[in-house]
DNA sequence: GTTAATTTTTAGTCTTCCCTAAAACAACTG
DNA sequence: CAGTTGTTTTAGGGAAGACTAAAAATTAAC
């Protein structure tokens, strides 16, 4: 087995993967909040086993095998933040941190078990795809909200799930994955927030005022 | 917070620590699969940061602050145990290996929530008793089947848990905690079977020869 | 009451994962 | 294309937790 520092390198180069071409040293380095000197020395330890390749000041990329643990380990955490959000109530802004920790700890049976008690579900709280029993995994890349011209009529399709406040922040505006919404104005080059009006919810007619940061966070799909 | 390899050596100072009058250096060393010497070691690194006391040649004691972790993950092992098994049908010889790793990421919040979803549960599947929030915790101890008399009857309290093979074995009799049996004969001082009659569960009226290790590791309380 | 066997401790290493400080390298900038 | 800036690697270490081998203390055996 690997350490559960090894399987978040290997999750964090995957997941980093997902938006920026390559994946360079410092960006590891930012996401696991650690310093580049500790990056160098472990992508050199995952090369030698075979999980990343590794050209110096070229970036790191995912081996088959190291694909593979990635997306067991991200499997495990979008399945434990679903079970205890659906089955113990736990609220979304903070089933992540407890995820963090039992992804690396979850057998494979208990993994099948939780799977089966939800139904088998798709997506974790955060909107996120939950990837299949084989390892297969497509992450869509929805436009953020923050990009979304006046006008346009969009659901909520995921929501960044690394930060309570921003989580708390925006579930109190209403906005889930699944909820439907209408851009009220949008200042797509500025920094200011986006007006959006709920179509759906708790929170059905309300218009609200999202902040930038969050409306860079909150990604939505069109609604023709 | 502790490290789990300290959550260990105090779980399992309160565990040889309900059977011993003195825990040695080499009952831990034995219980957690590790050399002497690295129990010397440790255990002197736990004195300095006072959860035991500990005199060369003499063994352990946990202080008050070390009782309070050791008891906390006692609790976190049952309880997770319980939850595993009550909710997610996980059998009951599978329940501790996995609770070994999750009694340590287990936060206080997902503790509670178990707790309450359980509706309060006060023992494990293995029948030990689950500490209290506030950290209360009896364990009485029954004596082992393996030294009842012929004509007793009793019922099943606690049988010991780390031990898949001899949980399936004794599971596979029918004999869980709460299970009421009769002694049909037994051989106290020598090492042979004893011979019970289940009078309970799922194998109500069979007559089962048990052997002596599991005897030895199924505990009973008396019935006038 | 010595000697022998057992238990415990000391001494010296190893591995894993992380750190800081300084040197090396690549990429802009004018 | 020389200088500045930012990134990455090297060099040197540290904390945890484990190991082996050998010394020391305790206990058991004549
Ligand atoms: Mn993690
Ligand atoms: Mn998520
Ligand atoms: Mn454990
Ligand atoms: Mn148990």
Redesign the pocket.
């Known amino acids: 087995m690997?350490?559960?520092?090894?399987e978040?390198?290997l999750k964090a180069v995957c997941e980093i993967g997902r938006t920026e071409e390559t994946v360079?040293?410092?960006?590891l380095?930012a996401r696991?909040?650690?310093?580049?000197?500790?990056?160098?020395?472990?992508?050199?330890?995952l090369a030698v086993m075979k999980l990343v390749t590794?050209?110096?000041?070229?970036?790191v990329a995912l081996t088959n095998a190291g694909r593979r643990i990635a997306i067991e380990v991200i499997r495990h955490h979008r399945l434990v933040e679903t079970y205890l959000h659906e089955a113990l109530g736990v609220p979304w802004d903070e089933v992540h941190a407890e995820a963090e920790k039992w992804e690396h700890v979850l057998s494979e049976d208990v993994e099948a078990r939780m799977d089966e008690a939800l139904g088998h579900p798709t997506n974790d709280p955060h909107g996120a795809p939950i990837p299949t029993p084989t390892l297969e995994l497509v992450e869509p890349d929805w436009p953020p909200l923050a990009r979304m011209d006046a006008g346009t009529k969009a659901v909520v399709a995921e929501v960044s799930d690394d930060d309570p406040e921003l989580l708390r922040y925006v579930g109190g505006l209403g906005l889930y994955p699944g909820t439907a919404l209408e851009v009220i104005s949008s200042a797509p080059y500025s920094d200011g927030p986006v007006t959006v009006r709920v179509l759906d919810g708790d929170q059905r007619g309300a218009e609200h005022a999202v902040g930038h940061r969050a409306a860079a966070h909150l990604f939505v799909r069109d609604v023709k």
Do not use: F, I, N
């Open positions: 690997h350490t559960s520092a090894v978040d390198y360079t040293t410092s960006a380095a696991l909040d650690v310093s580049p000197a500790s990056v160098t020395g472990m992508v050199k330890k590794y050209e110096r000041y070229y970036g």
